[in-house]
């Protein structure tokens, strides 16, 4: 069962309809039900095993630090700093181990096979014959979402941020909530502990809004996304067949499916959840508006750059090591090198960890790299830029420069998203190779492109699903709710617009029988 399915759709509706009929203080057992049910539903049965000893070992660990919390604040209260430092290690090696079983079960479900892929080619640079074969294991529904969800809740616990749930099977629930354990967001648990176990009514217009919004995930991700993955999917799966301007376009095609299916499921997401009356956390901001491409991954899946900022480089540059290096740098070649080279360090640490979290192909390193080495370069080279700006009198608050600058970005980024959709290092540099040495723009004009999208009204159709998406985005991008700005027009004029997205999705989407649907991306992680 997908979120996109007619399947989803009655189950949530079924879900919605108890949710609200029973008495509000069980209502979250029933999202707790939900979630079990859905994750049976949707994922391999047995891998729910991985999510039961995360749950486990994550409310373990997470309530005997918050014991040794209280420990040791009465023994440091009492002047006793011996036994509180016995507790802090007791408290810090509680929680390594833990960390280290629940990204370990990542890392092995996830990254063997990449592993016994690199140590082949070592064992072949070296004449051997031995072959090694891979891995058959299944990984469950979400694991990369929901391990990061409990290990910074873990985290905040043994920081002193957040008190533990002494409740399991509450616990359970933040884990596993069933709308955002497929792909996200990545919650913090202060955003949903009064939420989850809290009674909410019945609010009818709340559940149109989240209904409204639902609508549009489907549009996105059934009229935009997988009618443009027509010509992404022909030009990624034949690079060679389709040279030159077809690798940009076919790049830009995946781009703008990336975003529509990303971005559509969490609409869905969070147009579920907020039917239920429960807030998540948004994970995009209009980011092709962006003007840098540090500024575009601000507003691109929002929650897990911030969770990778908070629990990864942040907690690195304040490191000991990184503190010795500053020092030491210091004394070499100055101030400005001393807190320039960690800062950038750190940066890599947190590239590299985007890129891995992606996926498990060298790849996917190369997409964080590529998007470090961009955003130092912007920083080495900020004083040189804001020059040359002055010396051409440029108008810097122009529509025409805010364009330009958003363009640059888009390819920017349109270059990442390449290495990230290549399916391997060696694909991805060829098909660079390819886009830049191999010159046929006449093909924007050709039949060949018609073809390749699929057909003259299915271009006519993502022109169309293009336009809605600029419309709705220039209003994000001023601050206006769209849904706020429909909500105060007239009744008759607002149905109109809500029936008419929904009969587009109707009408427009691909899907039914003869049609094979694509699950979302950023789902198979």
């Known amino acids: 069962m997908t979120l996109f399915s007619i399947e989803f759709i009655l189950f949530f509706i079924a879900v919605l309809v108890v949710y609200y009929i029973v008495p509000g203080k069980i209502q979250w057992m029933v999202l707790l039900a939900a979630s079990v049910m859905f994750f049976l539903l949707s994922s391999i049965p047995h891998t729910f095993i991985f999510l039961i000893v995360s749950i486990l070992t994550i409310w373990f660990a997470s309530n005997y630090i918050g014991h040794l919390n209280s420990e040791i604040e009465g023994m440091e209260a009492q002047g006793d700093g011996i036994v509180a430092a016995v507790l802090k290690k007791k408290r810090k090696t509680m929680f390594v181990v833990t960390v280290v079983i629940n990204i370990g079960m990542l890392a092995a479900l996830k990254y063997t096979n990449f592993f016994l892929e690199n140590v082949q080619m070592l064992v072949n640079a070296f004449g051997s014959d031995l072959t090694i074969g891979a891995v058959r294991w299944l990984a469950p529904l979400g694991i990369s979402f929901y391990t990061l969800q409990v290990v910074g809740y873990l985290t905040d616990v043994y920081w002193g941020i957040s008190k533990p749930q002494k409740n399991v099977f509450k616990f359970a629930l933040f884990t596993s909530y069933f709308p955002q354990i497929t792909s996200g967001p990545i919650s913090r648990y202060s955003q949903l502990e009064n939420q989850l176990f809290a009674r909410h009514a019945f609010d009818f217009k709340t559940v149109c809004r989240g209904a409204a919004r639902m609508a549009w995930g489907f549009f996105k991700k059934l009229v935009i996304a997988d009618r443009v993955g027509i010509l992404a999917n022909a030009v990624y799966a034949d690079p060679a067949g389709y040279p030159g301007m077809f690798i940009w376009l076919g790049t830009f095609a995946y781009v703008l499916q990336l975003y529509a299916d990303f971005s559509g499921s969490m609409d869905i997401v969070l147009g579920a959840s907020e039917c239920m009356g429960i807030r998540l956390p948004e994970n995009f901001r209009t980011p092709f508006f962006s003007r840098t491409i540090q500024e575009f991954w601000q507003r691109w899946h929002i929650t897990l750059g911030q969770w990778l900022r908070d629990y990864i480089m942040y907690p690195v540059s304040r490191s000991r090591a990184w503190a010795k290096m500053g020092r030491g740098l210091k004394k070499r070649f100055g101030k400005k090198a001393a807190q320039r080279i960690p800062s950038y360090l750190a940066m890599l640490v947190l590239w590299v960890a985007i890129g891995i979290w992606h996926g498990n192909g060298w790849q996917f390193v190369a997409q964080g790299l590529w998007f470090w080495v961009v955003i130092v370069a912007g920083q080495l080279l900020a004083p040189a830029f804001k020059k040359t700006v002055g010396v051409l009198k440029i108008q810097t608050e122009t529509f025409s420069w805010h364009l330009f600058q958003s363009i640059r970005t888009f390819l920017i980024f349109a270059v990442g998203v390449l290495f990230f959709g290549s399916g391997s290092l060696p694909n991805a540099l060829y098909m660079i190779k390819s886009g830049l040495t191999v010159l ?60 008419g997205l929904v009969f587009c999705v109707i009408l427009l989407g691909l899907y039914g029988p003869g049609y094979n649907p694509t699950d979302f991306i950023y789902g198979r992680f």
């Not at 039949?447 to 993502?462: F, K, M, P, R, S």
């Not at 206006?480 to 105060?488: E, F």
């Open 440 to 499: 046929n723009p006449t093909v924007l004009f050709s039949e060949d492109l018609v073809t390749l999208a699929g057909g003259q009204t299915n271009l006519q159709i993502i022109a169309f699903g293009v336009i809605m998406l600029f419309v709705v985005g220039a209003f994000q991008a001023k601050g206006i709710s769209v849904r706020d700005w429909l909500g105060r027009q007239n009744a008759a004029f607002r149905w109109i617009v809500l029936y």
